[in-house]
């Protein structure tokens, strides 16, 4: 098989960057490893940027997202029994988007299934061959056969833990990392979001989200322990848990359910440099990943695709390579305001264990900043909806 693009991974990286390349004419195939139920099975990010909206109009899915998702003009942070809104449309003039990766994912892969173009489900062993030269391979496995397809170049969205990034050597790169000693515990249920926005809540007991999908489906998270069972939390707990960590007035309000789905996610801050490897460019979280509390993975994923499906688009029509040449340091940059954002987000609504005294004042300090100044809620606000491309 021959294309110009092939791409691993079939996640909202990999899907989003053949839609794209598809509408400038540039042919990709896309290989993943999982079947499309498994990659629609994956409950993740909530919230859309402008950006990313306009990436998905710019790939033909916008109509659905703009029928179903809702639009949010702010979001609400809670600290000591206190409830603060930042309104985004007020500070920036911008808002966000509340519309699920699944439904992102979904639409992508319809769009791909109705323009004809080729994705490979279940492909086993996918190894990139030759990444560094103008002829680079990629080859898998399928029902015992081998399977080789050449391109011009090779995108690795495969995610965090996926081949493209581990096929580099180590003298090549350099990686960032930060592990936070928790995680989140998430649920999702057929009952309506306790408020018409997020609510990002700062608790001695620990750091609790309330999400939405939909106006009928919620999605919450509380901060765990890096050693917690999922076994160990009923749904019962999950609530009882949840309720204690908000404001009263909120959690009386609280509708709860059986859950649809339970999982635990780690918090990782993480960094590969560079992000081009000869004809090899990493995208998403293959290349990076933020830990929940921005909103950011998905948007990041994005904004990489955007970058990456210009480069290809000036070098197939106008044989340019400034944008391919570019593309690492560009997307690097946007990658470490967005870490520094979600790193901060982070620090300021979890409870520490080693944060001591000390850091628990200046905790307190942060928020007592951020509800009392307009210049440091402005900054949220501007991260939160997404900086520019
Ligand atoms: P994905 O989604 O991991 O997709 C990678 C795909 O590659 C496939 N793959 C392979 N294919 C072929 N060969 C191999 N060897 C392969 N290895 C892996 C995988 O099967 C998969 O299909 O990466 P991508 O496309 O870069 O997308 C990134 C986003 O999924 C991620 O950043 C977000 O979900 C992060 N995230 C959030 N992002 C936001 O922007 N807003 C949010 O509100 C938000 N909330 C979240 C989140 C992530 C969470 N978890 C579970 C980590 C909430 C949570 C709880
Ligand atoms: C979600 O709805 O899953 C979600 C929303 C906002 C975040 C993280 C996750 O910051």
């Keep these: 098989m021959r294309t110009q693009v092939a791409i691993i991974g079939a996640g909202p990286a990999g899907l989003l960057l ?3 390349l598809h509408r400038k004419g540039i042919d990709a195939i896309i290989v993943e490893q999982r079947s499309p139920d498994y990659v629609l099975s994956r409950i993740r990010a909530g919230v859309l940027e402008q950006g990313a909206v306009g990436l998905l109009e710019e790939a033909g899915v916008g109509a659905r997202m703009h029928k179903e998702g809702l639009i949010h003009d702010g979001t609400e942070l809670t600290f000591d029994g206190r409830r603060h809104r930042i309104d985004f449309k007020r500070l920036v003039g911008q808002t966000v988007m509340v519309y699920g990766q699944t439904e992102v994912t979904r639409d992508l892969m319809d769009a791909r299934t109705a323009c004809g173009a080729k994705t490979i489900y279940n492909a086993e062993n996918v190894t990139l061959v030759d990444y560094a030269s103008d002829t680079p391979k990629v080859t898998y496995q399928q029902d015992g056969v081998t399977h080789e397809i050449t391109c011009d170049f090779i995108a690795g969205c495969d995610g965090f833990h996926g081949v493209s990034r581990k096929s ?3 003298s090549a790169i350099s990686l ?3 592990v936070y000693p928790f995680g989140w515990l ?3 249920s057929d009952t309506p979001p306790v408020s018409d926005e997020l609510i990002y809540a700062n608790h001695q007991r620990g ?3 309330c999400s939405m999908r939909s106006l009928t489906r919620s999605r919450y998270y509380i901060q765990c ?12 707990r999950f609530w009882d848990e949840l309720r204690l960590r908000l404001p009263p007035e909120t959690a009386e309000q609280l509708v709860t359910g059986p859950s649809i789905e339970k999982s635990i996610a780690p918090l990782r801050s993480f960094v590969a440099e560079p992000m081009r490897f000869g004809n090899l460019f990493l ?9 929940p509390t921005g909103a950011k993975g998905l948007n990041l994923a994005a904004g990489d695709v955007h970058y990456l499906s210009t480069a290809f688009e000036e070098f197939y029509t106008g044989k340019s390579r400034a944008g391919i040449d570019g593309y690492s340091q560009k997307a690097l940059t946007r990658v470490w305001l967005a870490e520094r954002f979600s790193w901060w987000m982070t620090s300021i609504l979890h409870n520490f264990p080693d944060n001591g005294d000390f850091g628990q004042r200046i905790q307190e300090a942060e928020l007592d900043y951020l509800f009392s100044s307009n210049a440091a809620m402005t900054s949220l606000a ?6 520019p491309y």
């Excluded at 322990?225 to 019962?236: A, K, L, P, R």
């Excluded at 501007?382 to 900086?387: A, D, F, K, W």
């Design 168 to 170: 580099v050597p180590n």
């Design 283 to 291: 995208a998403g979280d293959a290349a990076h990943i933020v830990p």
């Design 382 to 387: 501007e991260n939160y909806v997404g900086l």
């Design 176 to 178: 960032f990392e930060r």
């Design 225 to 236: 322990g890096m050693d917690t069972q999922i076994e160990d939390w009923s749904d019962d």
């Design 207 to 209: 750091f609790a989200l």
């Design 18 to 20: 053949g839609q794209l």
């Design 186 to 188: 998430g649920i999702l």
